[in-house]
């Protein structure tokens, strides 16, 4: 199976600031890459998908790059609507696999 | 509008069975396929399974095999996962996910989610 490694696995920036979460794929995915937000209590919702291209209605502050095992997910400027946990998933094969997750709070 | 709607939380004892549904509406069913992500509690993300509504081909997790049936009934745009036998590391919760298919069955990713079932199992 494909390993996904994120980190930090927590971070708390202050409103305004750009915020990086990185997710590393062992072995290489090439762009076959999604990003998740879970806010608390609430079930995940697609942000980024084929690594960059930001799925419909998701703010322009977020944004995702990255190919083969490295990738990023930035938040040019934290907002409170934020704070939420973020995981990565690989579709390059199968069994599709997630990162553990980092959890953003703001403070 | 765009949505899945799954059945309500359900509490069992070890060894009972169980079928929780999740009814889509809001796009043509059979177009996507429809899969369950299970989260225990406090924990991170796990895929189970996605099946295809127009011929029910399915395909499991190497973890889930075995362990869960997915099933699927286009005629009422809904789809299943059952447990013949849960144990009490069933406790979770279970979300249905609209499933986005990369070509020649490659890989895939989720664009909708449900609101998320939960089933605890406890004697």
């Known amino acids: 199976d494909i390993q996904m490694t994120q980190s930090p696995s927590s971070l708390s920036p202050s409103v305004g600031e750009r915020v990086i979460i990185t997710c590393r794929a062992s072995?290489?995915?090439?762009?076959?890459l999604a990003w998740y937000q879970q806010k608390p209590g609430k079930a995940p919702n697609l942000l980024i998908y084929?690594?960059?291209t930001l799925h419909s209605g998701v703010p322009s502050r977020f944004r995702g790059s990255g190919s083969g095992t490295d990738f990023t997910l930035t938040i040019s400027s934290v907002q409170p609507e934020d704070v939420a946990t973020y995981y990565c998933?690989?579709?390059?094969?199968?069994?599709?696999?997630f990162g553990q997750g980092t959890r953003l709070e703001i403070k | 509008e765009l949505q899945l709607v799954q059945s309500g939380a359900e509490v069992k004892k070890p060894g009972e069975s169980l079928k929780i549904s999740c009814q889509a509406s809001?796009?043509?069913?059979?177009?996507?396929?429809i899969g369950w992500v299970r989260q225990m509690p406090g924990k991170g993300l796990e895929w189970m399974g996605i099946?295809?509504?127009?011929?029910?081909?399915?395909r499991y997790s190497p973890s889930f095999e075995g362990q869960v049936t997915i099933s699927a009934d286009k005629s009422i745009t809904s789809a299943y996962l059952q447990w013949s036998g849960l144990k009490a590391s069933d406790t979770a919760l279970y979300y249905c996910?609209?499933?986005?298919?990369?070509?020649?069955?490659?890989?895939?990713?989720?664009?909708?989610w449900g609101r998320g079932t939960m089933v605890t199992v406890s004697s």
């Open positions: 084929s690594a960059t």
């Open positions: 998933q690989q579709y390059n094969s199968a069994p599709i696999t």
């Open positions: 072995p290489g995915i090439s762009k076959f």
């Open positions: 996910v609209r499933t986005v298919v990369v070509t020649g069955m490659r890989g895939w990713y989720f664009d909708l």
């Open positions: 809001g796009y043509s069913f059979t177009s996507y396929w």
């Open positions: 099946i295809n509504p127009r011929d029910s081909d399915t």
